[in-house]
């Protein structure tokens, strides 16, 4: 097993041209997350893949974040804020949490866990992780919540029932024939339904995977529990059509799961094989995500949030340059005071306290002054993630327009305690006075 960070280290891997050419294909069929909000190289190229950089038998790792697993070989990537951890092997757990928590508040990127999910758990290899979490969410369900539904039917009856689709008896019967079979649509109320086929068959995918007792066990009796289901191979677009009402919640979080799990069947040609699977994230857009969801959580009485706001051109004739901030907030109270909100999945140098310019890069202040600019805003906030338990202070940077000294803009930039390995069950609330301080200072 190789463990990687972030734009660190080159490791040793074996049957280094499959990998390669499973991760083409992941890239190819875009089924491992939402791709629409990845910018990337040109993608035209048969041969392009973004997750890993090859240099003979060694791989480095990109910005995605999550495991690789092809057959034997296991490939887990953690985020670059724990890159300098010592005995970075014996964390794992700890950072897995990390992810979990920063999970909890994402919107784009949907992850049917939640950190307490993790409380009575002791694994630390990412997909074994992974399938435990879905077996027990997959056993506690189906055995607290058994599901009975209409399953819809389309099929030849002698003695007719529900409605008659006479098209298709002429097609089907008639023309054969076949007077006798009379095409039927009808609904019976069954437990054999397309919900339950979907977990049964996920549950073999996951028994066939795992190596873990305890997942072993729980797939088990998941599938002894669906005994009265049939067993069919099932796709990620049936999950796409499974209609659920507000009284099955458990299994449209289940729906989820099965989600993940049959768009990893696409590289494989043996309907229980599951092999090849991953998990990959792009971590500047989780962290983006993450601190989007984090303010609407906690501040939604006092901001408008708006995420990913691009409603606005930075030119008006012609109308080019489409602006896209991250995040967008406008006061609630009366005022419409707006603030844009910039995430920098950056992490600066350690002494960036010494530089003029705090670690900041030209390109992203002319970009982000330009948007003020334009939206008639005067206060811009930079977020990068803490480089230490310590939280630097906040930088400011006055920007006065040229003309006639009349405006300027404001630009704060602060560290967020995105991590911590001494208090993680504190995050949240640190997170949250850190905001609410550094708010109120641009408010008022």
């Known amino acids: 097993m190789a463990l990687l960070f972030e734009y660190d280290k080159w490791e040793k891997i074996s049957n280094k041209d499959d990998l390669k050419k499973m991760l083409q294909d992941i890239w190819k069929q875009r089924v491992f997350v939402d791709s629409e909000v990845i910018e990337t190289e040109d993608t035209n190229d048969n041969r392009y893949q973004p997750f890993l950089k090859f240099d003979d038998s060694q ?155 305890e997942n072993v066990r729980m797939l088990q009796d998941v599938i002894f529990i669906l005994d009265e289901v049939e067993d069919l191979p099932c796709t990620a677009n049936e999950v796409d059509r499974v209609s659920l009402n507000s009284f099955f919640a458990e299994y449209s979080i289940l729906m989820d799961s099965c989600k993940l799990i049959l768009n990893q069947q696409l590289y494989s040609s043996n309907t229980y094989d599951l092999s090849q699977w991953c998990l990959l994230f792009p971590m500047e857009y989780i962290f983006e995500d993450f601190f989007a969801g984090f303010l609407e959580d906690k501040f939604h009485k006092k901001y408008k949030v708006e995420y990913q706001k691009s409603n606005e051109y930075l030119s008006n004739t012609p109308k080019v340059f489409n602006m896209q901030h991250d995040i967008f907030l406008t006061t609630k109270n009366g005022t419409n005071r707006k603030i844009i909100i910039d995430t920098k999945y950056k992490l600066r140098e350690s002494n960036f306290k010494t530089d003029l310019k705090k670690g900041i890069e030209q390109t992203d202040l002319y970009q982000m002054v330009s948007y003020a600019f334009k939206r008639g805003c005067t206060d811009i906030v930079l977020v990068y993630p803490n480089l230490t338990e310590n939280i630097n202070e906040p930088d400011n940077f006055e920007i006065i327009s040229g003309f006639q000294n009349h405006e300027k803009v404001n630009v704060i930039a602060i560290e967020i305690p995105f991590w911590s390995l001494k208090d993680m069950k504190g995050l949240d609330q640190r997170i949250f006075e850190l905001l609410e301080q550094n708010l109120n200072r641009i408010l008022n």
């Open 59 to 213: 791989v480095r790792a990109n910005n995605f974040v999550g495991f690789i697993q092809n057959g034997e070989e296991l490939i887990e990537i953690y985020p670059k804020v724990f890159r300098n951890l010592s005995n970075a092997k014996e964390k794992k757990e700890l950072m897995l949490r990390h992810i979990f928590y920063w999970f909890g508040y994402c919107r784009k990127w949907r992850f049917p866990f939640n950190q307490a999910s993790l409380d009575t758990i002791d694994i630390d290899e990412f997909p074994e992780l992974i399938i435990n979490l879905i077996a027990n969410q997959f056993l506690e369900t189906v055995s607290n919540q058994p599901l009975t539904m209409y399953q819809q039917l389309e099929e030849p009856l002698i003695t007719p029932r529900g409605s008659i689709n006479f098209k298709r008896y002429i097609s089907n019967s008639l023309s054969h024939g076949n007077f006798q079979n009379i095409e039927c649509d009808y609904e019976p109320y069954l437990f054999d339904n397309k919900v339950n086929r979907i977990i049964k068959y996920c549950s073999r995918l996951l028994l066939k995977q795992t190596k873990f007792t």
